[in-house]
């Protein structure tokens, strides 16, 4: 089966840089997504890592290390409105008829900036 | 382009009663998946469907069952509910639900079991 660990909770200031941390255990490994889910609102995409490195999208970058089954989403000059909670999730080879792929979600990191 | 719509948006049922959620996915998605969001146990997959055909499974027992109709909608059945299935069940859609496609999900359906 597929297992992912990364902090239950994370708290940081506003401006600051904040990094979520994700390892994983899995086999068929395809890649690793993040994911973010404000109260009462639905998860919303914001990377998907396939090969290692980093990957940038304006104050978000994500990395992955496939050697070391681990990955880690940057969180940079953090708003209020980057409070919430976000989720790793690996891809990785798994279907009824032997192929396909499903997403496996990590129990998530609730973010909180404060002033 | 309207997003994913899920129906009803709250749901109050008691033990032993079954349970049909509605899943209208984005126009010219094919791939719908099913989620159960419980307090700190995250995401947890139930299934998807990829042209009317059940693609993947997740670890929940025979009681959770889906379909997908022709035009990509999906519904998703509960039957003999149990306390334990109060969650919130999220909905999912992407293209062809291929390596590196985003998901797009719902808002949910918050089911209480009473």
């Known amino acids: 089966g597929q297992s992912l660990e990364q902090p239950s909770e994370v708290t940081a200031v506003e401006g600051a840089i904040v990094q979520i941390n994700c390892t994983y255990q899995t086999s068929g490994f395809y890649g690793l997504s993040w994911y973010q889910q404000h109260d009462g609102g639905a998860p919303t995409f914001l990377s998907y890592?396939?090969?290692?490195g980093l990957e940038e999208t304006g104050r978000f970058s994500s990395f992955l290390s496939r050697s070391d089954s681990y990955g880690y989403l940057l969180l940079q000059e953090l708003q209020m409105k980057d409070s919430a909670s976000y989720f790793c999730a690996v891809r990785a080879r798994g279907g009824l008829t032997g192929g396909g792929n499903k997403l496996t979600f990590g129990t998530g990191t609730q973010l909180k900036v404060e002033l | 382009k309207a997003g994913v719509t899920q129906t009803p948006r709250y749901l109050i049922k008691t033990r032993g009663q079954q349970v049909t959620l509605s899943c209208s996915p984005i126009?010219?998605?094919?791939?719908v998946s099913w989620y159960q969001q419980t307090p700190g146990q995250g995401l947890q997959f139930l299934f998807e469907y990829f042209s009317e055909t059940q693609r993947n499974k997740g670890n929940f027992p025979g009681r959770f069952s889906g379909r997908q109709f022709s035009n990509s909608r999906s519904e998703m059945n509960v039957s003999t509910l149990e306390l334990g299935d109060s969650a919130l069940y999220l909905c999912?859609?992407?293209?062809?639900?291929?390596?590196?496609?985003?998901?797009?999900f719902g808002s949910g359906t918050q089911l209480s079991v009473l």
């Open positions: 999912a859609s992407s293209f062809r639900g291929n390596l590196g496609e985003k998901l797009f």
């Open positions: 890592n396939a090969l290692d």
């Open positions: 126009s010219g998605h094919r791939s």
